[in-house]
Structures are given as structure tokens and as C-alpha cells.
């Protein structure tokens, strides 16, 4: 069965400061990994879907990648803002099944 | 629409009663998932469709939950005799794709359920 972790839990930076966020996942043959931004009393937003073939997506100051053998994927922000606080999931896939996502990382980025 | 939606945003019952939680997905989407997401933790897969069709249920915690998309289209989550550990977040998704026709089968979601059960 896929097990999702992410780590840190929970996540405080001042504002600029460029940052990581990890997912790891037990089972590394999964089909595509997809990150997801979640802000309190509004839906899941897709951030980045990275396919098991690629190795990292980008988008402006977010750059995801994967690394499939060793079970891990890396979401990175640069010059983090205020605006970027929100709880961060990754969430894994395998083929015609469904994602499996992690508990999150919280993310308060400070003014 | 322009997203997916999802109805009521809140919803309060008491142990026993019937509830049913709405969802209506992007116009088009072939796919819609129903997730449970408890407080601090990841949503959980209950079930999905694709089209009219109910593909996998197996995250159905019980007989006591189900779904139907009758149509294709709107679909319905159903609670009978609600206990207190159903009280969670439920939310929606929907993907223009069936799961396993391509690899850029992007899910989106809903706002979400509140359902707390007194």
C-alpha cells in the first residue's frame, strides 16, 4: 500500500526567503506526482503535475521535481511571499488508480 | 462552470439523520472523485466515476455511505444514519480524462463540505 509523508509538518520563513518542500512516498512506481496548494476554507489548487518520466516541472517561482528510484519529490519557492501561506500537499498516482496524498506542510511565510 | 462546485458549503446534523452532499463538476469532466479529508491530514479517496458509472468505491468506509452520478454529470454523496466520526471535510474533484487514458489527467477541486455531526 502507498504511503505519502511529508516533511516538515509545518514551515516558518520571513518573506524573500527561498524554501523546500519534501514528499516521499513508499512505493516508487507511480504514474505522475501532482502538488497542491490548500488555503483554509477553499478548494485544492493544482500547482505543478510532474509526470514518473519527467524529472522536475516549473511554474514562475515554483520548481517541482521527482525522483522516482529513490521515493522522493521536492516542491521549491523562491522569494516566498505572504501571499504564499497555505498548506502544501503532494500526491502520488499509479496507473488507472487514484492519488494517494500526504498529510500536507503548513507554510507561513512572515512580512 | 467556472469550477467545480460543491453544495452545502456547511452542513450540520445530528447522529442518525440522512444527509447528502452535492457536487456539480467542470462542465465536460469525464471524471469526479469524492474525497473525506479529516483535520491536519490529506484527502482520502472515497470513490469516483467515470461518466455514469461508478468505477471504484473502495474507499467507502461502510454500506452506510454511497454515491451515484446518474447522468454523468452532477453527483450526489449519501450518509445514512450519520455517526460523529463522519464528521469531516468532503470534497470534490473532477478531471476532463478517465484514470489511465494519459498521463496529464489533472484533478480539480471543489471548496468542500463541512459536515459536522452533533
Known amino acids: 500500500k502507498q504511503e505519502v509523508t511529508q516533511i516538515p509538518a509545518a514551515l516558518s520563513v520571513p518573506e524573500g526567503e527561498n524554501l523546500v518542500l519534501n514528499c516521499s512516498f513508499t512505493d516508487s512506481a507511480i504514474y505522475n506526482l501532482q502538488w497542491f496548494r490548500q488555503d483554509p476554507g477553499k478548494g485544492l489548487t493544482s500547482l505543478l503535475l510532474?509526470?514518473?518520466?519527467?524529472r522536475e516541472q516549473t511554474s514562475g517561482r515554483l520548481n517541482a521535481s521527482l525522483d522516482k528510484s529513490s521515493g522522493r519529490s521536492t516542491l521549491y519557492i523562491a522569494a516566498s511571499q505572504p501571499g504564499d501561506s497555505a498548506t502544501y500537499l503532494c500526491a502520488v498516482r499509479h496507473l488507472g488508480q487514484n492519488f494517494v496524498f500526504g498529510p500536507g506542510t503548513r507554510l507561513s511565510v512572515l512580512p | 462552470g467556472a469550477g467545480v462546485s460543491q453544495s452545502p458549503r456547511y452542513k450540520v446534523t445530528k447522529r442518525g439523520q440522512d444527509v447528502a452532499l452535492r457536487c456539480d463538476p467542470i462542465?465536460?469532466?469525464?471524471?469526479l472523485y469524492w474525497y473525506r479529508q479529516a483535520l491536519g491530514q490529506g484527502p482520502e479517496f472515497l470513490t469516483y466515476f467515470n461518466y455514469e458509472a461508478q468505477q471504484d468505491k473502495s474507499g467507502l468506509p461502510n454500506d452506510r455511505f454511497s454515491a451515484e452520478r446518474p447522468e454523468g454529470s452532477i453527483s450526489t454523496l449519501t450518509i445514512q444514519r450519520t455517526e460523529q466520526r463522519d464528521s469531516a471535510m468532503y470534497r470534490c474533484?473532477?478531471?476532463?480524462?478517465?484514470?489511465?487514458?494519459?498521463?496529464?489527467?489533472?484533478?480539480?477541486f471543489g471548496p468542500g463540505t463541512r459536515l459536522t455531526v452533533l
Open positions: 462542465s465536460g469532466h469525464v471524471s
Open positions: 510532474i509526470q514518473s518520466s519527467q
Open positions: 474533484a473532477s478531471s476532463p480524462r478517465s484514470l489511465g487514458t494519459g498521463p496529464y489527467n489533472e484533478q480539480f
